[in-house]
């Protein structure tokens, strides 16, 4: 028997995506969606974006994991908002997950929400949590094939930010090659190569974060 589907089977995301977007678009919140592999750096970067930003904005974070309570504590421990969310085997954040944490947020005096999906480079980019920004981090260790090898995750994003430069004279990454793989996927998108090791380059990713927050910011 054949079954067509004429069904969006991601319909119940869709319409929580929309949810969320339309309370944050209500409360002028910033929300950047950031999704790597396990071990990128995500959470490395967010301490490092909360103790460069949480001086001039209110920044809420929501972090994805299997298990543990681990990324949340490490953004607590900074004085910023950390709601974890886990998602027990499940390989992505969905809307709903997002939407159901998000009653734990005042979100009228959030500026930034970040959220850190779960670490994984395949799952999470074809989920929309009604975030404006989807970012992808890629690490240096990972090598130069990810960007043609999960091109779905680098065509859904619009910012790659290249972390753990720090490793390069140690390791084969190639930066050129990289931003040349990415524009061939994506043209549109950016590349910010940064250290969250060393700081090198965070002034240029702080930057991002603050014209992206000039544009829906509360005023
Ligand atoms: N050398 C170097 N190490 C880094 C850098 N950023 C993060 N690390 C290290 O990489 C490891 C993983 O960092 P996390 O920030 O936990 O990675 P993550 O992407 O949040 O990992 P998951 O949440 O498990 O997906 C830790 O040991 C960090 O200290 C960097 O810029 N340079
Ligand atoms: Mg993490």
């Not at 949590?129 to 240096?140: N, P, W, Y």
């Not at 930066?175 to 250290?195: F, G, R």
Request: aromatic share 6%; hydrophobic share 40%.
């Amino acid at each position: 028997m054949k079954v067509t589907l004429n069904t969006n089977v991601l319909t119940n995301n869709n319409v929580a995506a929309q949810y969320n977007r339309d309370l944050f678009t209500n409360s002028k919140t910033l929300v950047i969606n950031m999704m790597s592999s396990p071990g990128a750096g995500k959470t490395t970067l967010l301490e490092e974006t909360v103790k460069a930003l949480s001086k001039k904005y209110r920044i809420g974070v929501i972090e994805g994991d299997l298990s543990t309570e681990i990324d949340a504590d490490r953004i607590r421990a900074l004085g910023a908002q950390a709601v974890q969310i886990n998602t027990h085997g499940g390989c992505h954040l969905d809307a709903r997950m997002v939407a159901a944490t998000l009653q734990e947020f005042n979100l009228d005096e959030i500026d930034i929400l970040f959220i850190e999906n779960v670490g994984n480079l395949v799952c999470p980019s074809g989920y929309d949590l009604g975030q404006q920004h989807k970012i992808a981090v890629l690490s240096v260790p990972e090598g130069n094939d990810k960007i043609p090898k999960y091109p779905q995750m680098f065509m859904r994003t619009e910012l790659v930010l290249l972390n753990k430069v720090d490793l390069l004279p140690y390791l084969d990454f190639d930066v050129p090659t990289a931003i040349e793989d990415l524009t061939a996927i994506n043209p549109e998108s950016k590349l910010i190569p940064v250290s969250a090791r060393t700081k090198e380059g965070l002034d240029n990713w702080i930057t991002w974060v603050e014209e992206a927050y000039a544009s829906c910011a509360k005023q």
